[in-house]
């Protein structure tokens, strides 16, 4: 079954509320690895708290299909993208 924005959508909704890390391209040769959770979900984005800048930021499920962004739950350390 191919990947589609529909189901990383439905995906990540079903680990609303888990404890995840992420390692995010920003940029020319720079990458951003944090953990978080993962806060809230909507129709074209998900938001993820992060407790050590106690901030939240977003990220478009386009950013995990085009692996922009890649998540890990941190508890059994199984990728999701």
Not at 49 to 73: A, P
Request: no cysteine.
């Amino acid at each position: 079954m191919p990947i589609t924005i529909e189901s990383i959508r439905e995906i990540v909704s079903l680990h609303k509320g888990s404890r995840i890390s992420y390692r995010a391209a920003n940029g020319r040769r720079k990458i951003e690895e944090r953990s978080g959770i993962i806060k809230e979900t909507y129709p074209s984005l998900f938001t993820v708290y992060i407790e050590s800048q106690q901030s939240t930021i977003s990220f478009s499920y386009t950013d995990l299909l085009t692996k922009e962004v890649e998540l890990q739950l941190e508890s059994s350390g199984e990728s999701l993208f």
